[in-house]
């Protein structure tokens, strides 16, 4: 397979990460004859000190000619004042819509070797295996923004939050078709019982279920209740649909029980189209970690994220399944034979780089396809 690879490090430990995922496609483009073409285009704040644009004209097209987007994270101190009209953060949401990236995926499993690492008992770890699907492009994100003055009382900021039905059909319907292939059960997350977007979105979801999933077993939860059952019975979830801020925020939490943020990946995806002759969905994939500028430079970022994030590219974007796998294992493997960054070490254990780290997954590629979790 040939394909094109548009590369967004953008800033902090982005460019560290993203390189070592583009060393993992390239073994992978290696061992199974593929040719994966990368080009580096300017986002967030980096883009801002070299344009003055948070999402130059050149990036959206570079990605819209791609077949799938590796991106690193964006934001830092450096443009992190509260007034500015320009934020690195608008280079992010901007690329999303541009591209019409509705469903953000992001998966969440948690590692035998890397229970200690999490915060919760490891009895409430055992099982865990669940899917986030956040809509991306609705919401209170995306909505109006205003501030206006109050004279001697001072200011009123207003953000208005959005969702029409096509909205929420879209994205619920990639969560029931996950959910199908996984364990059967949709947990629909909102908050009902006071905002009116949570309850078109509940009746939307329940419709769509019931008229295009009826084998799915649906249960409905206000965001503070699943909150806090993320951390009471992680194990009962399997997939999980809501909006935009609440999936932002949902997600941050589950990272815990991984161990460490630096581990999760996502692709953000768009509607499927024709391309050569096979179904393509053109995504953007990245680490759902920031910038972490505090270690930035110093080798200490954790790659694994931004490499599951390669896995989840091949699988959705080029449609490479055996590599997707092979990819995932590799990792698995890398981190039971103690490829751990020091955000998950252990105490008195010798963290490894990053770059040290990705070694370790590209010599499990480099034995050949193993099996999970073995």
């Known amino acids: 397979m040939r394909a094109k690879i548009a590369l967004l490090p953008?800033?902090?430990?982005?460019?560290?990460?993203?390189?070592?995922?583009?060393?993992?496609?390239?073994?992978?483009?290696?061992?199974?004859?593929?040719?994966?073409?990368?080009?580096?285009?300017?986002?967030g704040g980096a883009a801002i000190d070299a344009t003055g644009n948070p999402l130059p004209d050149e990036t959206v097209a570079l990605c819209r000619a791609s077949d799938a987007v590796?991106?690193?994270?964006?934001?830092?101190?450096?443009?992190?004042?509260?007034?500015?009209?320009?934020r690195p953060e608008q280079g992010l949401l901007g690329i999303r819509k541009a591209l019409g990236l509705f469903a953000n995926v992001r998966p969440v499993t948690v590692h035998e070797k890397l229970a200690a690492a999490s915060p919760l008992k490891a009895e409430k770890l055992a099982?865990?295996?669940?899917?986030v699907v956040r809509e991306l492009t609705?919401?209170?994100?995306?909505?109006?923004?205003?501030?206006?003055?109050?004279?001697?009382?001072?200011?009123?900021?207003?953000?208005?939050?959005t969702y029409s039905t096509q909205e929420i059909e879209r994205v619920v319907r990639v969560a029931g078709a996950l959910a199908l292939e996984r364990r059967g059960k949709l947990t629909s997350v909102d908050k009902a019982n006071v905002l009116e977007t949570s309850r078109?979105?509940?009746?939307?979801?329940?419709?769509v279920v019931a008229e295009e999933f009826p084998q799915l077993e649906i249960e409905h939860l206000l965001v503070d209740a699943c909150a806090m059952h993320l951390l009471q019975r992680p194990a009962s979830f399997d997939v999980i649909v809501t909006e935009n801020m609440f999936g932002d925020i949902l997600t941050d939490e589950a990272s815990v029980l991984a161990g460490s943020i630096g581990l999760l990946p996502s692709a953000s995806l768009g509607a499927s189209v024709l391309r050569d002759g096979r179904q393509a969905t053109l995504g953007i994939y990245e680490p759902i970690h920031g910038s972490a500028p505090d270690?930035?430079?110093?080798?200490?970022?954790?790659?694994?994220?931004?490499?599951?994030?390669?896995?989840?590219?091949?699988?959705?974007?080029?449609?490479?399944e055996t590599e997707a796998l092979a990819v995932e294992h590799a990792v698995h493997h890398a981190?039971?034979?103690?490829?751990?960054?020091?955000?998950?070490?252990?105490?008195?254990?010798?963290?490894?780089?990053?770059?040290?780290?990705?070694?370790?997954?590209i010599g499990q590629l480099a034995k050949g396809l193993v099996s999970a979790r073995a």
């Open 200 to 207: 078109l979105w509940r009746e939307v979801t329940h419709r």
């Open 335 to 361: 981190l039971a034979n103690g490829a751990l960054t020091a955000d998950i070490a252990p105490k008195g254990t010798a963290a490894k780089s990053t770059s040290e780290v990705a070694d370790a997954i």
């Open 295 to 320: 270690i930035a430079g110093k080798g200490l970022a954790n790659p694994v994220g931004t490499i599951a994030s390669t896995a989840m590219l091949l699988r959705y974007s080029l449609g490479l």
């Open 138 to 161: 609705g919401g209170i994100y995306f909505g109006e923004k205003s501030r206006t003055s109050l004279g001697d009382d001072g200011e009123r900021a207003v953000d208005v939050c």
């Open 127 to 131: 099982g865990v295996d669940l899917v």
């Open 10 to 43: 953008g800033d902090g430990i982005g460019p560290e990460v993203v390189a070592q995922g583009v060393r993992v496609l390239e073994a992978v483009a290696e061992r199974w004859g593929h040719s994966f073409e990368t080009t580096s285009a300017l986002i």
């Open 70 to 86: 590796l991106l690193g994270a964006v934001g830092g101190p450096a443009w992190d004042t509260p007034r500015a009209k320009v």
